[in-house]
Nanobody, 126 residues
Framework: QVQLVESGGGSVQAGGSLRLSCKVT????????MAWFRQAPGNEREEVAF???????TYDDSVKGRFTISKDNTENTLYLEMNSLKPEDTAMYYC????????????????????WGQGILVTVLS
């Protein structure tokens, strides 16, 4: 497993931007697949952005075109660039990681996340 620590949250006016960071320490083989989740009060946790081990990214429709997930492998840090923020983006944001598995010489991500950060609050003011 790896240890994940988020930073960069806070309060911002609607239309503004924030960049979340997730520092990865430990066995980095356990973080070949990574994602950002969020959970608003009274809502279930939802995956908003995913970074596959081959670099492919996927996004929830609610953030597509506004959020960008990326990773700096030299710094072992995952990022979530959030632009054009809306009040409905207000939530606790969590980064998550999984090692995936190798099948028929290909690496697969399973969306079965084993490591989680402690979460960081993002508040978007209207």
């Amino acid at each position: 497993q790896v240890q994940l620590v988020e930073s960069g949250g806070g309060s911002v006016q609607a239309g503004g931007s924030l960049r979340l960071s997730c520092k990865v320490t430990g066995d980095t083989r356990s973080s070949r697949c990574m994602a950002w989740f969020r959970q608003a009060p009274g809502n279930e946790r939802e995956e908003v952005a995913f970074l596959d081990s081959d670099g492919t990214t996927t996004y929830d429709d609610s953030v597509k075109g506004r959020f960008t997930i990326s990773k700096d492998n030299t710094e072992n840090t995952l990022y979530l660039e959030m632009n054009s923020l809306k009040p409905e983006d207000t939530a606790m944001y969590y980064c998550a990681a999984e090692p995936g598995m190798v099948m028929y010489s290909a690496h697969l991500c399973l969306h079965a996340f084993e490591s989680w950060g402690q979460g960081i609050l993002v508040t978007v003011l209207s």
